[in-house]
């Protein structure tokens, strides 16, 4: 997992392939704040943008992929915390929907945990378990993101 911000990206270049990190640069350029919720493509790669508020870690689920990486940029959020964990320290998969690539996991034992602001970004390759959307010390924030899925077979 490569979490970050985007005023640092240049950073991150010589660690991200070329056209990940091309993909992920022009997301902090793109201008989601003015567009609507919905899907939006970069580079030919999907883009999913939402409004969502952040609820109580309880509530949310440990997810992970096997054929994407997602790439997330945080488009407008006061604060959104993660969980993170590797997939050879959780649970069982729990629930499973391949056509999404999208598998949830049994939440057993600690997780680590980051918190997001504006500009952020997290880039979760397929070891890397999360748990998005949690609320931090703030409570409940409305918060507004974007999401690349970068297939791993492009890197």
């Not at 054929?67 to 959104?80: G, H, L, N, S, T």
């Not at 880039?123 to 690349?148: N, Q, S, T, W, Y």
């Amino acid at each position: 997992m490569i979490i970050g911000n985007a005023e640092h990206l240049s950073a991150y270049k010589a660690q991200l392939s070329e056209e990940l990190y091309d993909c992920l640069e022009k997301m902090a350029a793109y201008g989601f704040e003015d567009l609507p919720d919905g899907k939006y493509e970069i580079n030919g790669y999907k883009v999913g943008v939402e409004t969502s508020m952040t609820e109580p870690a309880d509530k949310r689920k440990l997810e992970g992929h096997q054929r994407y990486i997602d790439v997330v940029y945080e488009v407008d959020v006061e604060e959104e915390r993660i969980g993170c964990r590797s997939v050879w320290e959780a649970g069982k998969v729990t629930e499973s929907y391949e056509d999404r690539d999208l598998y949830f996991f049994a939440s057993e034992g600690e997780e680590s945990h980051a918190y997001l602001h504006t500009g952020n970004f997290v880039i979760c390759f397929p070891e890397d378990l999360h748990r998005p959307l949690c609320m931090g010390a703030k409570g409940p924030c409305r918060i507004r993101k974007a999401v690349l899925k970068f297939p791993l077979n492009k890197l």
